[in-house]
């Protein structure tokens, strides 16, 4: 089972407001909000740039339109601290007690997840990030760079993650089963994956049956 790391498993919205607000104070979610517009456009426009150079370049045209003068250096400086959800570990765990191997698929530079991983609780078998395959989801590079280095059959191979856009298209693309993990309740069409659960701990029960 491979997954998406930040926004499925680490919460990274609450660690970009943890680390923004001691500098946006009450513009920090209006800077979150800016955020959300600007990263998308740095990537289009930089696709095999460094997770941290959009890092700083989203943040700053985040900062402009929020009004507040920020550093792009803010994020990457304050990445280490972004931390789990709550039921992450004991949901990797529980999967790998079932039997499962898991891998991450992150649109992050080797560094930055290096930074967190800890936070997982669980050591991956194998991660693949945007930096090594020079692309981001939901371009197929991480996918692609997986099944060489694993040869796992696709029909022995569950992608699980919050994203419907970045994750959940290229898995169902490629004919892999998928879990959406839909913390957001985003409103996407269900009907592209195999399982729609909201949480972790919602999946962990599902991946029995899967398995």
């Not at 929020?66 to 601290?81: C, E, H, I, K, R």
């Not at 997840?113 to 090594?132: C, K, W």
Request: hydrophobic residues 45%; aromatic residues 8%.
């Amino acid at each position: 089972m491979t997954f998406d790391c930040y926004g499925t498993l680490l919460d990274w919205q609450a660690g970009f407001r943890r680390i923004l607000e001691p500098v946006a104070g009450p513009r920090t979610d209006a800077v979150v909000s800016a955020f959300h517009e600007t990263e998308p456009q740095v990537q289009a426009e930089n696709p095999h740039a460094l997770y941290k150079e959009i890092l700083r370049e989203g943040l700053e045209r985040a900062a402009r339109q929020a009004g507040v003068p920020l550093s792009g250096d803010v994020l990457v400086a304050g990445w280490g601290t972004i931390g789990a959800f709550p039921d992450t570990v004991a949901a990797l765990e529980e999967l790998r007690s079932q039997g499962w191997s898991l891998g991450i698929l992150t649109n992050c530079d080797k560094d930055l997840f290096a930074a967190t991983q800890a936070a997982l609780g669980v050591e991956p078998d194998l991660v693949i990030t945007s930096e090594e395959v020079g692309s981001y989801k939901p371009a197929l590079g991480h996918f692609e760079r997986f099944e060489a280095a694993t040869s796992v059959a696709r029909a022995d191979w569950v992608h699980a993650a919050v994203s419907w856009w970045h994750d959940m298209v290229p898995a169902r693309d490629l004919g892999l089963r998928r879990i959406w993990v839909d913390r957001e309740d985003s409103g996407h069409d269900p009907s592209i994956v195999t399982a729609r659960v909201p949480d972790m701990a919602s999946l962990a029960r599902v991946a029995k049956e899967l398995a």
